[in-house]
């Protein structure tokens, strides 16, 4: 199976309200493992004409908005209309085909992927007629979730810890974050939930 790994960073979590700063993307092909690095990746940072965004998320991206703020070149920086275009094509040169009203559809995986990032990419121009997400998403909180303690899904820093991580923190790049997924659901490939459970 193939699907691809996306995270998002933005400058609140109202996304009729609030704008996509990041969108990242990994490629993962669960037949053909490659080492995490070299993984096909997708990066881009979006440029708004202005940016309307809480003070916590606008401070936690301190980084990518001094990236934004440059002058010179930069191959990764897109303003929103051309953001869904250009994943497009990145998905088309991986060999993801198109349906039959010519959208690519795929398989999706994120932390919170269908409760926020996909709020998001829903108010990108060209989203459900260029890309557009199937609709079972793979969230990797269903698979680190103590069934028996845990009164809510698990967070991104509980997942990596249950996994074993060395290093348990959240990046909050998305880049990162997306390679920290894919990472997650790894050791579920081999044996699916359903053939472990027993009496």
């Known amino acids: 199976?193939?699907?691809?790994?996306?995270?998002?960073?933005?400058?609140?979590?109202?996304?009729?309200?609030?704008?996509?700063?990041?969108?990242?993307?990994?490629v993962e092909n669960t037949r053909h493992l490659l080492p995490l690095n070299e993984l096909p990746a997708f990066r881009r940072v979006v440029r708004h004409p202005?940016?309307?965004?809480?003070?916590?998320?606008?401070?936690?991206?301190?980084?990518?908005?001094?990236?934004?703020?440059?002058?010179?070149?930069?191959?990764?920086?897109?303003?929103?209309?051309?953001?869904?275009?250009?994943?497009?094509?990145?998905?088309?040169?991986?060999?993801?085909?198109?349906?039959?009203?010519?959208?690519?559809?795929v398989t999706m995986a994120g932390k919170n992927i269908a409760s926020f990032d996909l709020g998001f990419l829903r108010q990108l121009p060209g989203y459900g007629r260029l890309v557009r997400a199937e609709p079972a998403m793979l969230d990797p909180a269903a698979f680190y979730l103590n069934w028996r303690k845990d009164t809510r899904l698990p967070t991104m820093q509980i997942c990596k810890a249950r996994a074993g991580f060395e290093d348990d923190t959240v990046a909050h790049q998305a880049l990162a974050d997306a390679l920290d997924v894919v990472q997650l659901l790894r050791p579920f490939y081999e044996l699916p939930v359903y053939k472990g459970v027993t009496e």
């Open 1 to 26: 199976m193939r699907y691809i790994s996306l995270d998002l960073e933005t400058t609140g979590g109202n996304s009729e309200r609030h704008q996509i700063l990041e969108l990242a993307a990994v």
């Open 50 to 105: 202005e940016l309307t965004g809480t003070a916590g998320a606008l401070a936690l991206n301190a980084g990518l908005l001094q990236e934004l703020a440059r002058k010179e070149p930069n191959p990764e920086l897109c303003i929103p209309d051309e953001l869904l275009p250009q994943l497009r094509e990145f998905l088309l040169d991986q060999g993801f085909k198109t349906d039959k009203k010519d959208c690519v559809a």
